[in-house]
């Protein structure tokens, strides 16, 4: 090949990933990403609300604060946690159970703001610092919903808001400094969607407890989701191999089936369909619901037909 | 043009980081096994799972700034583990009991306790850490911690006993059978109140 044919090659690669990336479209995947993230985070404060002050308290909690936090300061000192909000509230006579007590209102307030669409910028950014303080000071007791919202509020905030349906848009007349990377924001979020999924799926494809169903058994059984009894659980035992390379294909199909116009729609509602599954199946109700609120803000919003949806907020720069 | 280039640079390491912390958990699952795949892949996938960790830093001294800010990074972005939830297999699960021992002669048992069902699953994810800390000291340091939280709701406890097992799931066939879930005690530790535990 010759350096003309190299460069022709290169340039028209840069011009597909560019219109890739940067896709026209418009906000309604961000007025879905914003609202489900201010029920998620709701919902996450008042699951909480009366255990809140126990599992983050340094002395006097289920387990001491200050261990997770100095824990943490030796992989990264600089990763938010509510030591510094303590810390700071020490300077002006403030306790620990009244820092922490408005952490969560605040935590509380950001997510129905979200929900309304107020401040969307500056709620976004304090949900995410919050939640995150939260996860990280108690970092024995997050789990795989910490990781989840912390993501989904983390391309929140970086998004262009406000969309169209928020409050700031309507009533306060503000508008998105940078509507050109909506579309860019939303394939973040497709794309590590399929990082997720395939991931996931290519790890239980690795156990041999998936593809014969065992690893269903155990998972329904298992304290504390074992909220189906067994006894019934029994009566279906004849799904579980079944259920089992389900999940299995539709995990690690995800990055292959979610892009086809034929596809996604079927692999959109099989995942959906899963994470409700677990939640009801398994009480992991905040686990599903975050899920279901990514995957139906990244690859839902062109299905779920918003009404007096105009194409884009604003022409996509022309690339020269 | 120019904010876009910046975004396609981010999203370009974005995605590396994703992908190392992604391959690297992978990687390990295969190391520390069972898995179907060969016993050979086990080795493999030591070596691999070492050089996807030099990739994400982690082969330099804690206190190295291109450590501490690519883990902080990894932090604030949600993405400092890996994806393989109940993968490749579901583990069995652990319990804490504790023993209470009173002035009297007197034997309570009690295990530690909160409110709701979300911070019951959040307790359990507490006591798989425990499980499956190789470090023994940390172990009793949180099982401490917990003991702490008991004995602050029965005061006039002499000496706690903490009993720390694990549960082993029957299969279907088994529980059919008749079996149900097992309890073998891993670790037992013995706390003195007479100034807290």
């Known amino acids: 090949m010759t350096t003309r044919g190299v460069v022709n090659h290169a340039s028209l690669f840069k011009d597909r990933l560019v219109t890739f990336l940067f896709p026209i479209g418009t906000d309604s995947w961000l007025t879905l990403l914003r609202l489900g993230l201010g029920l998620q985070v709701i919902f996450y404060s008042l699951s909480l609300r009366n255990d809140w002050n126990y599992l983050l308290s340094g002395a006097g909690g289920l387990i001491n604060r200050n261990l997770a936090e100095a824990l943490l300061s030796v992989e990264s000192r600089f990763t938010p946690r509510l030591g510094w909000l303590l810390a700071l509230a020490k300077h002006v006579g403030l306790d620990e159970h009244i820092v922490l007590s408005a952490a969560w209102i605040c935590l509380l307030g950001a997510g129905c703001a979200l929900v309304f669409g107020f401040a969307c910028r500056f709620c976004a950014i304090l949900a995410w610092f919050l939640h995150l303080c939260a996860a990280k000071s108690g970092g024995f007791i997050s789990y795989g919903v910490d990781n989840f919202m912390t993501i989904g509020l983390f391309y929140l905030m970086l998004s262009p808001l406000p969309d169209r349906y928020s409050v700031d848009w309507r009533l306060r007349e503000l508008r998105p400094k940078d509507p050109q990377l909506l579309g860019f924001w939303r394939r973040v979020l497709q794309l590590h969607l399929c990082v997720i999924y395939f ?122 | 043009m120019r904010t876009k280039y910046f975004c396609v640079a981010w999203f370009v390491l974005h995605f590396l980081v994703i992908m190392s912390v992604s391959c690297r958990d992978t990687l390990r699952s295969v190391a520390e096994g069972p898995t179907i795949l060969p016993r050979w892949s086990k080795d493999f996938s030591q070596k691999a799972e070492a050089i996807a960790s030099v990739a994400l830093g982690q082969d330099l001294v804690v206190s190295n700034p291109v450590r501490q800010v690519l883990a902080t990074y990894l932090h604030v972005a949600g993405i400092e583990s890996g994806y393989g939830y109940f993968a490749p297999n579901v583990p069995g699960t652990y319990k804490l009991t504790f023993e209470l021992h009173y002035p009297d002669g007197r034997i309570e048992y009690a295990r530690p306790q909160v409110s709701s069902t979300a911070a019951a699953l959040r307790l359990t994810g507490l006591l798989d850490q425990i499980g499956r800390t190789k470090y023994d000291a940390l172990k009793e340091i949180l099982v401490k911690m917990l003991a702490q939280s008991v004995w602050r709701e029965h005061r006039d406890v002499k000496t706690i006993r903490a009993e720390f097992g694990s549960i082993s799931l029957p299969s279907l066939t088994e529980f059919q059978q008749g079996k149900r879930e097992s309890y073998q005690t891993l670790y037992t530790y013995d706390f003195s109140l007479t100034q807290g535990p």
């Open chain 1, 199 to 320: 991931f996931s799926g290519l790890t239980k494809c690795l156990g041999s407890g998936w593809w014969d169903g065992s690893n269903i058994w155990r998972s329904l059984i298992r304290p504390p989701f074992n909220i189906i009894d067994p006894e019934t659980l029994v009566r279906w035992k004849y799904l579980f191999p079944v259920a089992g390379i389900f999940i299995c294909l539709l995990e690690i199909g995800y990055p292959f089936f979610i892009w086809n116009d034929k596809t996604r729609k079927i692999w959109l509602i099989g995942i959906c369909a899963m994470h409700a599954g677990i939640g009801f199946m398994m009480g992991m109700y905040l686990f599903a619901l975050i899920m279901i609120i990514l995957n139906v803000a990244a690859f839902g919003s062109g299905l779920v037909r918003f009404r007096r949806e105009s194409p884009s907020l604003r022409p996509q720069e022309v690339v020269p």
